[in-house]
């Protein structure tokens, strides 16, 4: 098989290769988004070089700037809609604006924005009793945290102080996040040439497929 590698297309691409294949057109949909009225998108482009960090990049030479959400689909400056397939890498797959949570997010922000956990909250615990209701039963509590990378900052830990072992294997091609668990990440695109945390062991994906090994000496080699 043939490995393509995607060099970036273009939105005026994008646009072109879709004329060409009418059966690739959306059905249509009954929201009209807003007018937009923000900086051009050659001033977003402009204040993204100079005043964020160059760590922080955008896909693509002419990146779609996205500047509303209905339900499945994003819309850019212009007016055009997306079909989202992404959700956001994954984190965001409730859709976007869907009416059911806008209106909790809503009903909440009318009450309360931000409680410390130094304090009760009631939305807090009922948060927790919900989730941890659908857990097996040896499981009965969970730690909140800000982000992917700081729950895995904090599951490294917790797996450490319980086994007393210090070493972690990450596997090829694993992502984990960036900041304090950037040790973790196996990606070369996402490492970066700063000293790493000690007790990371990276290791190839056992992946019989696509292995180097023959298939009779692979498990042995990746164990």
């Given at each position: 098989?043939?490995?393509?590698?995607?060099?970036?297309?273009?939105?005026?691409?994008?646009?072109?290769?879709?004329?060409?294949?009418?059966?690739l057109q959306m059905p249509a949909y009954s929201h009209k988004p807003s007018a937009y009225d923000?900086?051009?998108?050659?001033?977003?482009?402009?204040?993204?070089?100079?005043?964020?960090?160059?760590?922080?990049?955008?896909?693509?030479?002419?990146?779609?700037?996205?500047?509303?959400?209905?339900?499945?689909?994003?819309?850019?400056?212009?007016?055009?809609?997306?079909?989202?397939?992404?959700?956001?890498?994954?984190?965001?797959?409730?859709?976007?604006?869907?009416?059911?949570?806008?209106?909790?997010?809503?009903?909440?922000?009318?009450?309360?924005?931000?409680?410390?956990?130094?304090?009760?909250?009631?939305?807090?615990?009922?948060?927790?009793?919900?989730?941890?209701?659908?857990?097996?039963?040896?499981?009965?509590?969970?730690?909140?945290?800000?982000?992917?990378?700081?729950?895995?900052?904090?599951?490294?830990?917790?797996?450490?102080?319980?086994?007393?072992?210090?070493?972690?294997?990450?596997?090829?091609?694993?992502?984990?996040?960036?900041?304090?668990?950037?040790?973790?990440?196996?990606?070369?695109?996402?490492?970066?040439?700063?000293?790493?945390?000690?007790?990371?062991?990276?290791?190839?994906?056992?992946?019989?497929?696509?292995?180097?090994?023959?298939?009779?000496?692979?498990?042995?080699?990746?164990?």
């Amino acid at each position: 098989m043939k490995r393509v590698i995607n060099k970036g297309v273009d939105a005026t691409q994008s646009v072109a290769f879709s004329k060409k294949l009418p059966y690739l057109q959306m059905p249509a949909y009954s929201h009209k988004p807003s007018a937009y009225d923000g900086p051009s998108y050659q001033d977003v482009l402009k204040m993204r070089k100079d005043n964020i960090s160059s760590s922080t990049f955008a896909f693509y030479k002419q990146p779609v700037m996205v500047v509303e959400g209905r339900m499945q689909y994003l819309y850019d400056h212009t007016g055009k809609r997306y079909l989202d397939m992404f959700a956001g890498i994954a984190t965001s797959g409730l859709g976007h604006c869907h009416p059911r949570i806008n209106a909790k997010v809503h009903e909440q922000v009318d009450k309360l924005i931000h409680c410390s956990s130094i304090y009760l909250h009631d939305q807090m615990g009922l948060y927790a009793k919900e989730l941890t209701d659908k857990l097996p039963d040896n499981i009965d509590s969970v730690l909140f945290s800000s982000s992917g990378s700081e729950a895995n900052v904090m599951a490294t830990s917790l797996a450490r102080c319980h086994t007393g072992n210090y070493t972690v294997i990450s596997l090829q091609n694993g992502y984990h996040g960036h900041g304090g668990t950037q040790h973790l990440t196996n990606i070369g695109s996402w490492n970066h040439n700063i000293p790493k945390t000690q007790g990371i062991e990276a290791s190839c994906f056992p992946d019989n497929y696509r292995s180097p090994h023959k298939p009779e000496e692979a498990a042995e080699i990746y164990a």
